[in-house]
């Protein structure tokens, strides 16, 4: 007990100081604040919050009449993050866990899995306007997806013969439909704030990280842009796009990796939305690095049948 609680202490330590280093950056540095803000929330108001918005609605109000108790419970949502992509999944995975719907171990199960990209991103974004391929945005998405269903089953063995949690579920019979559906807009709502916030914040970390040059160290241009889609995809993927002495198969493969592992802004907001539900970031980083490698290998072997 006591050294949970010295861990404990440690950890609220760690955020303070990094919270204060923060605040003090954006007092020495405030126009780079200010300018990683306004990209934050125009990239949030013009992409992420008209993408996400009605799946976040529809997914909560299906949660709180009770619909998600009628299907399996990795079909909700898997089918759900593959429609809307990042981190649609986590939050439903989230939600399904605070109602007691599916136990920790199920929860650690799905997550292995149900963590993706959305189509739209793959093929309009990232293939058509990064690479200028559609085809190639297509392969990106059918390996990114295949990585994950190839990611599940490994992480299933681990868990087989667990049992679910699904009779104690809870549904909100006492309320009205418009006072359900009105909880489930403030509830999306406020999930999208938190992915705002991430944004926001990663924004201003790599635009820090390029005006002290700390990619500058990186001799090689595809590694520079690998060292960016470790932090942020979006900014991953674009630098790859950029880089002239990269065959379009290799771009194809890093720009499935980089989506796969999805940046620590995507883990950061999966991370919040999967608060309580039994997942810890150690455990979450390594299937979305295992993600990144299997969705890799895919993307090598169709891209030589294809491409």
Request: with cysteine.
């Amino acid at each position: 007990m006591d050294i949970l609680v010295s861990e404990k202490k440690r950890n609220y330590v760690a955020a303070g100081l990094a919270a204060a280093g923060f605040c003090l950056f954006m007092v020495i540095f405030p126009q780079t604040a200010v300018y990683s803000a306004q990209k934050g929330i125009s990239l949030w108001a013009q992409s992420v919050l008209p993408a996400l918005l009605p799946f976040f609605i529809c997914a909560n109000f299906l949660n709180y009449i009770g619909i998600v108790r009628l299907v399996r419970p990795s079909l909700f949502p898997f089918a759900m993050s593959v429609l809307s992509g990042y981190p649609m999944g986590a939050k439903i995975i989230g939600d399904m866990r605070k109602a007691n719907q599916i136990s920790d171990r199920e929860a650690k199960r799905l997550i292995s899995f149900c963590s993706t990209s959305g189509p739209t991103f793959m093929i309009g974004a990232v293939g058509a306007g990064m690479l200028g391929s559609g085809a190639a945005g297509v392969l990106i998405a059918v390996a990114h997806y295949l990585g994950a269903i190839l990611n599940g089953c490994v992480y299933s063995c681990f868990f087989r013969g667990q049992t679910k949690t699904r009779a104690s579920a809870q549904v909100h019979k006492n309320k009205e439909l418009l006072e359900l559906f009105t909880e489930a807009i403030l509830s999306a709502f406020k999930s999208l704030a938190i992915i705002l916030a991430y944004i926001v914040l990663f924004m201003f970390l790599t635009d820090l990280m390029h005006m002290g040059g700390m990619f500058s160290w990186i001799p090689s241009p595809v590694l520079k842009a690998a060292a960016k889609g470790f932090f942020e995809m979006t900014v991953g993927c674009g630098a790859l796009s950029e880089c002239a002495g990269l065959s379009m198969p290799l771009k194809c493969i890093l720009s499935t990796m980089v989506l796969s592992w999805g940046g620590l802004s995507i883990i950061g907001q999966s991370m919040s939305m999967l608060s309580g539900s039994g997942v810890r970031l150690p455990y979450f980083m390594l299937t979305k690095l295992t993600h990144s490698i299997f969705a890799g290998i895919i993307a090598l072997l169709l891209s030589v049948c294809v491409l």
